[in-house]
């Protein structure tokens, strides 16, 4: 059979590709995504799918179109039962390409998510086989689901934090108690999560493990961004942000409890950050202790900045570092726009 598998991403659609394949399938991917935005977004999913089926030899049709006006003017007037519209903006339009570039039947890697609306995209692909005279290859991969991310993750693939569409990048930044829309469920495991924090003063006593001067911690907290890693209502890791100008913003304090440390969750949050404010800003600035230098400069924070002389001698307490009084503040930046 030749099949064309409509593909979201390269972490969902590997599993099942491998399976098709293993049984003899004669596959070829087919990327139309309007549904993903921002641009870079798009572009990493679609980059990543690039070289994945590169490396597998994976024949790959591209409708490479970035549908951010087309799909926000297919949703606008039901943003909360938006998704049966994406599914059919998809959906159809691989059904079309199968009709007119001759495939037996057509597919998509979206049957294997368990956070997808599983029956309304089926009845959907029903529809667009029926509207275009081409045959709907149903698999239920969702089976699949944890295996191809947990491989995606080893092969070292790009892998998105949210649905696709701006809305769904909201609800997973933002939270806010909407309700879930169709077809997109809440995880199953409980997900790591990085929220914003809307309290940060009630983290006072764990912000001054990372910066002990109270009076500098309520000095920054008043202009700052305050986001947490959590797993479900557990907090792993803390951040505090605050703009530095239109094109730096400055991480003020990063800090973890102790019983979460030496999991890299601090390094989690910072990553999501970064992907957050390079939107943004060009840089991120941190200012550290020299013994927390390495941490910063394997992150990216690889550009010397400057040296506050003696400004931790200036704190009401002195300040130590692996058992070493700390002395000058190290600012080094992250260039928010290299990946
Ligand atoms: S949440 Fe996902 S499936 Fe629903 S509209 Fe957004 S991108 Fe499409």
């Excluded at 081409?134 to 080893?154: H, I, S």
């Excluded at 008043?222 to 703009?243: C, F, I, K």
């Amino acid at each position: 059979m030749r099949l064309l598998m409509h593909i979201c991403c390269a972490p969902c659609a590997n599993a099942p590709v491998e399976l098709l394949r293993s049984e003899g399938v004669e596959l070829t991917g087919f990327w139309y995504n309007p549904n993903i935005h921002p641009v870079t977004e798009y572009r990493a999913r679609r980059d990543c799918l690039r070289e994945y089926a590169k490396s597998i030899a994976l024949p790959l049709v591209e409708k490479d179109e970035y549908g951010l006006r087309e799909f926000c003017r297919a949703v606008a007037d039901k943003i909360d039962s938006r998704c049966a519209s994406c599914y059919e903006m998809r959906l159809y339009e691989t059904a079309k390409t199968a009709k007119e570039q001759g495939f037996d039947a057509f597919t998509s890697s979206l049957f294997i998510s368990p956070y997808q609306n599983h029956e309304l995209m089926k009845a959907v692909a029903e529809r667009a086989a029926e509207k275009y005279g081409v045959q709907f290859y149903y698999r239920d991969f969702r089976p699949l689901f944890f295996a191809g991310q947990e491989r995606a993750r080893a092969l070292g693939f790009y892998m998105q934090k949210y649905c696709g569409c701006v809305f769904s990048e909201e609800e997973r930044y933002l939270g806010g108690g909407k309700p879930h829309p169709e077809g997109f469920e809440p995880p199953r495991r409980a997900a790591l999560e990085v929220r914003r924090v809307s309290d940060p003063a009630a983290y006072m006593p764990l912000l001054l493990e990372a910066d002990p001067s109270e009076e500098r911690v309520r000095e920054y907290l008043r202009n700052a961004d305050v986001y947490a890693l959590r797993e479900g209502e557990t907090l792993l890791s803390l951040a505090v942000l605050v703009r530095e100008d239109a094109k730096t913003v400055e991480l003020k304090n990063l800090v973890t409890p102790e019983a979460h440390r030496g999991k890299g969750y601090a390094t989690r949050l910072l990553k999501a950050l970064c992907g957050t404010y390079r939107q943004k800003y060009e840089r991120m600035l941190v200012g550290t202790t020299e013994g927390n230098i390495p941490f910063y400069v394997k992150r990216g924070f690889d550009r010397y900045v400057r040296t506050e002389k003696d400004f931790f001698l200036r704190y009401p307490q002195a300040v130590f570092d692996g058992g070493h009084r700390c002395a000058d503040l190290h600012c080094y930046a992250k260039d928010l726009r290299k990946k």
